[in-house]
């Protein structure tokens, strides 16, 4: 019994380009190198996961939706959205602003793993036990089949915690380029205790493609 788990990061998004917090009004969705990104992604990811039973789940913000949408329309398969799978849940007030406006109207002292870094701001623990909550829970629900999991690049950096239970502060970082495949596989049975051993097949593996260079992060 395999589950194999595809982790996306979005395609190029506006957000980025434009320097702002991308929550559900900040985020515009993706750009036309963003679109382009998406649709070659979603021909590979087609060809790839052939007559396997698939789901696809995205973040609801709009840049990850719309890169599922894509890779949906691409396999014919169906997308929902799960907001366990979301990047950083901001303050509302936080939405729109300038990285810059965020930092100087919102930190707060000490922030770290275990204290957010903004008021009112998740904590990096916080973020980590609610999306490793959604991905075990998606690989137990299709347990034997495979996933597409839309999201950003903090759902990648996860997935090192939830499938290779790494402790909460890695001894090191992780680059997750736009429009990037990611995949862990397992034949053991997810919902087992003690927990599966999940082979990490590749990572921020992204489709060649030419034109401009994606904005970095």
Known sequence: MRTRLFFVRHGDSLHKRE???????GCRGLTDIGRGQAALLGQQITAEIGSDKTTIYSSPLPRAVETAAVISTASG????????????????EADGLTHAEFSQ??????????????QGNETW????????RTITDLAHRHRGETIILVGH?????????????????RP?????SPASITEWVTDQDP?????????????????ASGGDTP???
């Open 125 to 132: 623990a916080e973020m980590v036990t609610r999306t490793s």
């Open 172 to 176: 090191f970082d992780l680059e997750v």
């Open 77 to 92: 398969l169906p997308s929902s959205q799960d907001c366990g799978l979301c990047t950083w849940h901001t303050p509302p």
């Open 191 to 207: 919902t087992q205790w003690p927990p599966p051993r999940w082979t990490l097949m590749r990572f921020n593996e992204t489709p």
């Open 19 to 25: 320097g702002v917090i991308g929550g559900p009004k």
């Open 215 to 217: 904005a970095p992060g």
């Open 105 to 118: 109207r919102l930190d707060i002292e000490g922030g770290g793993i275990y204290r957010p870094f903004q």
């Open 153 to 169: 690049a903090e759902t990648v950096e996860i997935s090192f915690n939830a499938l290779g239970l790494l402790p909460v502060y």
